[in-house]
T-cell receptor, first 111, second 114 residues
Framework: SQQGEEDPQALSIQEGENATMNCSYKTSINNLQWYRQNSGRGLVHLILIRSNEREKHSGRLRVTLDTSKKSSSLLITASRAADTASYFCARGTGSNYKLTFGKGTLLTVNP | GAVVSQHPSRVICKSGTSVKIECRSLDFQATTMFWYRQFPKKSLMLMATSNEGSKATYEQGVEKDKFLINHASLTLSTLTVTSAHPEDSSFYIC??????????FGSGTRLTVV
C-alpha cells in the first residue's frame, strides 16, 4: 500500500495524559504532515515537517521524523477533551507534492 | 490565513442525476487543487489533481468520465459526480496547495445518493 500506516488505530486516554501516535511509510518523502479531523468535518493542518528536519514543536504538539526508519510520531501533551478527533499523517511526494494520507488514529480524550 | 470554501456541505440527490461540488480559494490563487474521497471512519483517498487551465490527473481506478473535474480559474475548481449511484455516496473534500508546501482543506461535502 502507498498509504502510511498509523498506530494505534484508536487511542483512549484521560484528560491531562499525553497521547502518542505513530506513522510509518514506505517511499521517500518531501515532507510529512499531520492533520486533525473532527467527525464529519474538513481537515485542520497541524504541523509540517520537512525531510531534512528531525523534530518540530507547536504549542502542545511535538512531531518527530526518522527518515532512516521511515516513521514519524505526533505527541500531544496535557491532552484535553477538545483534542478528541481523528489524526492523520500525510506524506508529501513528487513534483506536485501530492499528499497521501495514512489510515488515521481516532483519539478519545475522556474528561 | 488561506481559506478554501467548499459548497455545498451536504447534498442529497436521486440516482441518475449529477451533482456539482465547488471549491473556491478565497484569498489566494490556487494553481493546484486536490480532490479526495473519504468513506466513514476511513482515510482520505486522493481522486485527482487539478491544475488551472489543464486537464486533471486522475488516480488509478478513478473514472474520469464519472468524476468530472474543472479548474477553469485560479480560484475555482469543481467536481461533478455524473449519473450518481448510491455507491457514490461519500464525503468529498478538496484541498489547495500553498506556497509554503502546506495545504488548506475545504470543509467537505457529504453526498448521499438515494
Amino acid at each position: 500500500s502507498q498509504q502510511g500506516e498509523e498506530d494505534p488505530q484508536a487511542l483512549s486516554i484521560q484528560e491531562g495524559e499525553n497521547a502518542t501516535m505513530n506513522c510509518s511509510y514506505k517511499t521517500s518523502i518531501n515532507n510529512l504532515q499531520w492533520y486533525r479531523q473532527n467527525s464529519g468535518r474538513g481537515l485542520v493542518h497541524l504541523i509540517l515537517i520537512r525531510s531534512n528536519e528531525r523534530e518540530k514543536h507547536s504549542g502542545r504538539l511535538r512531531v518527530t521524523l526518522d527518515t532512516s526508519k521511515k516513521s514519524s510520531s505526533l505527541l500531544i501533551t496535557a491532552s484535553r477533551a477538545a483534542d478528541t478527533a481523528s489524526y492523520f499523517c500525510a506524506r508529501g511526494t513528487g513534483s506536485n507534492y501530492k499528499l497521501t494520507f495514512g489510515k488515521g488514529t481516532l483519539l478519545t480524550v475522556n474528561p | 490565513g488561506a481559506v478554501v470554501s467548499q459548497h455545498p456541505s451536504r447534498v442529497i440527490c436521486k440516482s441518475g442525476t449529477s451533482v456539482k461540488i465547488e471549491c473556491r480559494s478565497l484569498d489566494f490563487q490556487a494553481t493546484t487543487m486536490f480532490w479526495y474521497r473519504q468513506f466513514p471512519k476511513k482515510s482520505l483517498m486522493l481522486m485527482a489533481t487539478s491544475n488551472e487551465g489543464s486537464k486533471a490527473t486522475y488516480e488509478q481506478g478513478v473514472e474520469k468520465d464519472k468524476f468530472l473535474i474543472n479548474h477553469a480559474s485560479l480560484t475555482l475548481s469543481t467536481l461533478t459526480v455524473t449519473s450518481a449511484h448510491p455507491e457514490d455516496s461519500s464525503f468529498y473534500i478538496c484541498s489547495a496547495r500553498l506556497a509554503n508546501y502546506g495545504y488548506t482543506f475545504g470543509s467537505g461535502t457529504r453526498l448521499t445518493v438515494v
